[in-house]
């Protein structure tokens, strides 16, 4: 390599770094904004119940998108860790909450039927003293009961403030709604914690899932994912597995007695209307 090809590499890295700090600085400053704007799109993707034929749609997942003026769609990959490290998420996740309890309160009106959804919990508003203050105020202004408000706390936040974590869940789970623990797979809690955990959903993680090839398989990934749902069944939990693309994966799963399937074989998270007409509508 030239010495000028180095420089220039070099370059273009520093002005990459200097590109995404100015983005991402645009993105805090706009979340406001974005709220009041409604620039914050909430879609949903439909969790479906394998264990019966047909399969049918048990519930859903509640994925927020960020509908920029300026910048067009972007995926909560890009914006979800950076308002948790500036400690904005709870701003984002509790009107994400609210829209999703608005839409099942609209469609239970509407149809007089519900599908119980699950929203995802940042770890950062585990810790938030109103937590509790803001769900119960969402729940009864809507009307929905608690048990259709499910609530995703990714298995990565346990390890932080074990015994806070656990005391939070109690109190949710004694009130009547479900936990569903995300991303099991990924972080490091223990059997012990596990056992000791007040939860109700397992959803396996998408890593274990995404290499399954198919019923003759004989990859640590199947191993890994009979054991866990071994472990569920003993535990006496649903499990959910996340990330389900092929239908040997899907076959595979329903052959093992997993609960419920969420992936892009089923469906990719939908825009409220489509979700409408798909899951709610008959
Ligand atoms: P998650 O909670 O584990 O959500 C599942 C993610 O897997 C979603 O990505 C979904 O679109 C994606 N997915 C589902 N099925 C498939 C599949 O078959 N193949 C592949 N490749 N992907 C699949 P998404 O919507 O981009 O969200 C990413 C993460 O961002 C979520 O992971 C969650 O941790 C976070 N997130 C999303 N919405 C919110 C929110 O409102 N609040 C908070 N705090 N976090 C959120
Ligand atoms: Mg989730
Ligand atoms: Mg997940
Ligand atoms: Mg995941």
């Known amino acids: 390599m030239t010495r000028s090809g180095r420089h220039s ?3 273009v890295f520093n002005e990459e770094m200097r590109t995404k700090e100015i983005l991402e600085q645009r993105l805090l ?10 620039e914050f799109l909430v879609y949903f993707q439909p969790k479906y119940n394998v264990q019966v034929d047909p399969p049918v749609i048990g519930s859903a997942e509640a994925l927020v998108r960020w509908k920029h003026h300026e910048l067009g769609m972007i995926p909560p990959g890009d914006f979800i860790s950076l308002f948790e490290k500036s400690s904005q998420i709870g701003i984002l996740d509790r009107y994400v909450w609210a829209e999703t309890a608005r839409y099942i309160a609209q469609w239970k009106e509407k149809y007089g039927k519900v599908i119980p959804i699950s929203v995802n919990l940042s770890r950062i508003d585990i810790f938030d003293p109103d937590l509790e203050k803001t769900i119960e105020g969402i729940v009864e202004e809507t009307g929905i009961g608690r048990e259709n408000l ?3 706390v990714t298995e990565s936040a346990y390890t932080e403030g074990e015994e806070q974590i656990l005391e939070v869940i109690r109190c949710f789970r004694s009130k009547g709604y479900h936990i569903e623990m995300d991303d099991f797979g990924t972080g490091y809690s223990s059997l012990n914690m596990l056992s000791r955990m007040s939860i109700d959903v397992l959803k396996l993680d998408r ?3 995404k290499d399954i090839k198919g019923e003759d398989d004989d990859s640590k990934d199947v191993q890994m994912v009979e054991l ?5 069944r003993s535990l006496k939990l649903v499990v959910v597995a996340e990330g389900v693309e092929t239908k040997e994966q899907m076959e595979f799963l329903k052959k093992r007695g997993c609960d419920l399937i969420q992936g892009f074989y089923f ?3 939908l825009p409220a209307d489509e ?6 509508k008959d």
Request: glycine share 0%; hydrophobic share 45%.
């Open 29 to 38: 400053n706009d979340l406001k904004y974005a709220i009041e704007n409604k």
């Open 207 to 209: 890593s274990f899932i």
């Open 9 to 11: 590499r070099l370059v």
């Open 275 to 280: 979700f409408e007409e798909k899951a709610i």
């Open 150 to 152: 499910h609530l995703e």
């Open 228 to 232: 866990i749902l071994d472990i569920a």
């Open 267 to 269: 469906s990719k998270p």
